[in-house]
């Protein structure tokens, strides 16, 4: 097995890392907060003394939470610093962003590959991540080891890894339609007298299968929406780059300010603004529209 780099061991990155520990891979982690980092050294990682070290293995990965933080690990000078290296790029973060990543990296001889992944927190500690990849069709081929440790399925998506991103925040478009419907639809029939979690169950029991519809019918029909799987703010962040990803292509999605809006009067409610994502179905139900 073979040194590793990891930055960022948040909810999702601790259960990427973990993955990569317990396949046997010594990993080399970073992290903003040292506590993270701490429980990583007392299961065998190693601590980087900065995210230049974690870096400098020849490959490494990250899951940062937004364009910003990305921007400030992965500065000029620390990329050009790169040679021979290469680094997987597991947020999710604008197109434009990754675009000017792949330019700094190919310019210092260095490979990108973009793989934001699709599943919660528990599913990445079990290993059962969608994985969309996207760079050099070599380079993802020789980290096919380390994304089976990772997730079920590698989606390769050619070799423009802005690509990947694109597909993500179209992706997270379609989850926050469903749990927009969800909510709307819940509040429906509650007021009809219908127990949430029945009517929940018949949604993903019927016509509308699947994880989506399974998992965040379950936490809004019994209101479980702490602690956040993945943080409201977040989910504006990833709305946010649909929109870019709209605009880039010249489309004009027609429930997308409607959307935004929703998540605006969330973000706005002292209570809602910390919760999961998935309490946008509280803005119909308590009728804050």
Do not use: C
């Not at 019918?217 to 977040?234: E, K, S």
Request: hydrophobic share 50%.
């Amino acid at each position: 097995m073979s040194t590793v780099g990891f930055l960022g061991l948040g909810s999702m990155g601790s259960g990427i890392a973990g993955r990569l520990l317990d396949a046997g891979h010594e990993v080399l982690v970073w992290n903003r907060s040292s506590g993270a980092v701490a429980a990583f050294v007392d299961r065998g990682a190693t601590a980087a003394r900065d995210a230049g070290e974690a870096l400098s293995a020849d490959v490494s990965f990250s899951m940062l939470a937004n364009d910003e933080a990305v921007d400030s690990v992965f500065d000029p000078v620390t990329v050009a610093g790169l040679a021979g290296r290469t680094h997987v790029m597991m947020a999710s973060i604008s197109p434009a962003l990754a675009d000017r990543l792949t330019s700094q990296f190919e310019a210092a001889g260095a490979v990108y590959v973009a793989a934001p992944v699709l599943g919660r927190p528990e599913i990445a500690k079990a290993g059962q991540l969608n994985i969309l990849a996207a760079g050099p069709a070599a380079s993802v081929e020789r980290l096919e080891p380390y994304l089976a440790a990772i997730g079920t399925r590698t989606w390769r998506l050619g070799e423009r890894p802005s690509v990947a991103n694109a597909v993500k925040a179209a992706v997270n478009y379609n989850i926050i339609h469903a749990m927009q419907a969800i909510g709307e639809t819940v509040a429906m029939t509650e007021r009809q007298g219908v127990d949430p979690a029945l009517f929940t169950e018949l949604l993903s029991s019927t016509l509308f299968g699947g994880a989506v519809y399974a998992v965040y019918g379950d936490l809004i029909a019994r209101r479980q929406y702490t602690p956040p799987g993945f943080q409201m703010v977040l989910g504006r962040k990833d709305l946010g780059l649909a929109q870019e990803v709209a605009e880039a292509g010249g489309v004009r999605p027609a429930t997308l300010e409607a959307l935004v809006a929703v998540f605006d009067r969330a973000l706005a409610d002292p209570e809602l603004k910390d919760f999961d994502w998935s309490a946008i179905a509280e803005v119909s139900r308590r009728d804050l529209i």
